[in-house]
């Protein structure tokens, strides 16, 4: 039976758990990534595109830049649509922010790319994975090749998604959840087609929100609201080009279409939980929360608690442990400034459903809103402020 010993053993090659190793690696602290999908599957998961200015900060600090360096998409603002008529919010302009377009597939390439140069230990397609004895010495349990190893270490970090194991071993007593299901999904699709637009456009329309996204210069991203109980199968690509034309058209703008190669309805939900640290384990990313997709800070909000457990990490091994004991309170108070723009996005762009009145004076509410902000500077620049990455504060 192989053991093993290391510092931190992290559950999860998803981009948080292989970006912790990434920054741990440079610190020279040793560590072990485990994770029950096989290289392939990890690779092709497609996912979040959009990253804050600080996000890619982060991933040129680690040296995995390189990429969204030469391939990524500087963009300076989104548009705001409403009324048919379509308005520019330029960060850049207004705080001297951007973000960029750089799949999360891309960065999770970027970095597996790393670990495989460093030659760092990942264990791929494990089965098995148990954690074990998080309040005394923890350690971790899988099997990889057909056969059993075990791992100690000196922290288990859980980085392994929403579904994952880690949150799961927290007892129920320790744990509060909080967690709201909104009464919409997005219905996404990948096209090969250039982008119609040169930067992500959000509409809120009478027939429900729509948004055209990209992941390259010939890769478009769109996305429709849809009900959570649709099934993909009733919607055909040209029901779905349809759709796009609608609730997405302007006067004087087309819509180019393009072969779908992916699509997917994908429900929407917001999730916390009331720490990241039970004993000798701490959550990164999905597993302790998860944010409705409209405000772009799924990816960014793992990154941000990566960055944040990296530092506390390498303070608690040169002997403060003032950063590792704050770690949760320090990432769960951003988190929630982030859910609350989330949810604000949200919101303000997604039409109720049904035709009653309350769902009828909600959207005259919602096309108020978003006249106001889009003639507001104030409005416009807390936008810009919260869209582009709130400091580690």
Not at 66 to 76: E, K, L, P, S, T
Not at 306 to 311: D, E, P
Not at 317 to 331: E, F, K, N, T
Not at 382 to 393: F, I, K, N, V
């Amino acid at each position: 039976m192989p053991n093993l010993t290391t510092r931190v053993a992290i559950v999860g090659a998803g981009p948080a758990g292989l970006l912790l190793g990434r920054s741990l690696y440079q610190a020279g602290i040793d560590f072990v990534i485990v994770e029950n999908r096989d290289r392939e599957y990890v690779l092709g998961r497609i996912r979040a595109g959009v990253l804050e200015q600080g996000s890619v900060e982060t991933l040129e600090q680690l040296g995995v830049g390189a990429g969204v360096q030469a391939n990524g998409m500087i963009h300076d603002g989104i548009y705001l649509q409403f009324a048919s008529e379509r308005h520019h919010v330029d960060f850049s302009d207004l705080i001297g922010r951007t973000v960029t377009i750089y799949g999360q597939q891309a960065v999770v390439r970027d970095l597996v790319d790393a670990h495989d140069a460093a030659g760092t230990p990942v264990f791929y397609d494990a089965s098995d994975v148990a954690v074990h004895d998080l309040t005394g010495t923890p350690s971790l349990t899988f099997s990889y090749n057909g056969l059993p190893y075990t791992v100690k270490a000196d922290f288990v970090v859980g980085a392994d998604g929403f579904h994952g194991i880690c949150r799961q071993s927290v007892p129920a007593d320790e744990l509060t959840i909080y967690q709201r299901d909104y009464p919409f999904a997005w219905l996404g699709i990948l096209a090969e087609v250039a982008p119609s637009t040169d930067e992500l456009i959000y509409a809120l329309h009478d027939d429900g929100f729509a948004m055209h996204s990209m992941r390259s210069p010939t890769v478009s991203r769109l996305y429709l609201q849809v009900d959570p109980a649709d099934d993909i199968a009733s919607w055909s690509d040209a029901r779905i080009w349809d759709a796009l034309h609608a609730r997405l058209g302007v006067p004087g703008w087309s819509l180019e279409e393009g072969l779908i190669t992916e699509k997917s309805i994908l429900p929407m939900r917001s999730f916390v939980v009331s720490t990241l640290h039970y004993g000798s384990l701490f959550l990164v990313g999905d597993a302790g929360h998860i944010v409705p997709p409209t405000g772009a800070k799924g990816l960014n909000s793992a990154m941000s608690d990566v960055t944040q457990l990296s530092a506390a990490l390498v303070a608690h091994y040169s002997g403060d442990d003032g950063l590792l004991a704050g770690y949760s309170d320090v990432a769960l108070a951003r988190q929630w400034k982030v859910q609350q723009f989330s949810q604000w996005m949200t919101e303000m762009l997604h039409k109720r459903p049904g035709g009653d009145a309350t769902a009828a004076f909600d959207y005259r509410s919602q096309l108020g809103r978003l006249d106001y902000v889009t003639h507001s500077d104030e409005a416009m620049r807390s936008l810009a402020q919260q869209y582009t990455g709130l400091q580690l504060t």
